[in-house]
């Protein structure tokens, strides 16, 4: 089993910064792609960033330019930098673990969230 913790969330004003972060501990062998998503209210969870095992990055396009994903693979952790925060970024984030066991097939962990939230 792999757990997650998250940490960094908190209230920010429009313009500020946050830094998440996700680590992952327990019977780790070997952690693959990594990701952070947001559900904000009334709205369905969506993919904000990810970052494969040899760290290459995706984001989604509200986010590019301010936010930056990263990860410590010594540490097994995951970072997300938030810059120039508006608003709309306001939701609970999740963290997102891909993580593979000898004889096991390759399976997602999920943190249990962090709220973010940003006011005007």
């Known amino acids: 089993q792999v757990q997650l913790v998250e940490s960094g969330g908190g209230l920010v004003q429009a313009g500020g910064s946050l830094r998440l972060s996700c680590a992952a501990s327990g019977s780790i062998w070997r952690i693959n792609d990594m990701g952070w998503y947001r559900q904000a209210p009334g709205k369905q969870r969506e993919l904000v960033a990810h970052?494969?095992?040899?760290?290459?990055?995706n984001y989604v396009d509200s986010v590019k330019g301010r936010f930056t994903i990263f990860r410590d693979n010594p540490k097994n952790t995951v970072y997300l930098q938030m810059n120039s925060l508006k608003p709309e970024d306001t939701a609970v984030y999740y963290c997102n673990v891909e993580h593979t066991a000898p004889y096991d097939m390759r399976r997602a962990y999920w943190g249990q969230g962090t709220q973010v939230t940003v006011s005007s």
């Open positions: 970052i494969t095992d040899d760290g290459n990055t």
